[in-house]
């Protein structure tokens, strides 16, 4: 007997398992219990000036859907949408703002929720662009750092993990648009472009 899974090849169940997702990197679970302790640390740090949370998209959604729900203060949510061009597994570190903050970042609170940092460019380029909106403070959280690939002096306050220096999807992290929606973190294991 057939079931609609077995018919559906892009099912959920199934994504896990295709030929270029490789072995899991961060697992659901150890996603969601840092992400608890990164609220409950923002939750404290900001107890006295709730953030405005600034999402870059795409890579980001999932990490501040479930970031933005374990910080237990009426924070802000923003996004932001940037492109760097690249291929689709390297950065070039020049970036193109592709939507912009609807809201003033002057006196607020601004903790911007990033999906990884490599070469840190993206980031370098975005505190400097945000900075120069004289918000009150400026942090930065980052879901994943990769080791030894900062081609430039950050400072981030939140950091979730530290992984290898290799190419990784799911849980918002693309390649070519694709595997966005793993559940959780996995080497990619297709041909690199
Ligand atoms: P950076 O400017 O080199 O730090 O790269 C930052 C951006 O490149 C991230 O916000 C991601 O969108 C993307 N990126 C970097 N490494 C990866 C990866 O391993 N998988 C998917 N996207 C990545
Ligand atoms: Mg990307």
């Known amino acids: 007997m057939t079931t609609v899974e077995d018919e559906a090849p892009g099912h959920p169940e199934r994504l896990e398992q295709g030929p270029d997702v490789g072995r899991v990197i961060v697992s659901e679970a150890d ?38 729900r374990a910080i237990s203060l009426p924070a802000e949510v923003d996004f ?8 689709a597994t390297r950065t070039s570190g020049v970036v193109r703002i592709v939507k912009d903050l609807d809201v003033d970042l002057a006196d607020r609170h601004v903790l911007v929720v990033e999906d990884i940092v490599d070469s840190g460019l993206t980031l370098n380029y975005l505190q400097r662009y945000l900075l120069a909106r004289s918000p009150a403070s400026l ?4 879901l994943l750092v ?9 400072d981030l306050r939140y950091v979730g993990f ?8 799911g849980y918002g992290l693309d390649v070519n648009e694709r ?15």
């Open 162 to 169: 530290h992984i290898p220096a290799e190419f990784v999807v």
């Open 139 to 142: 942090e930065v959280c980052a």
């Open 31 to 68: 996603l969601q219990a840092r992400i608890l302790e990164l609220g409950r640390r923002i939750t404290a740090d900001y107890a006295d000036h709730p953030p405005l949370l600034v999402g870059v998209l795409k890579g980001a959604f999932m990490f501040m859907s479930d970031l933005s």
């Open 179 to 193: 595997l966005r929606n793993l559940k959780a973190i996995h080497a990619y294991a297709g041909d690199s472009t």
């Open 146 to 154: 990769k080791d030894g690939q900062q081609r430039t002096e950050l």
């Open 80 to 87: 932001m949408a940037v492109s760097s061009y690249g291929s």
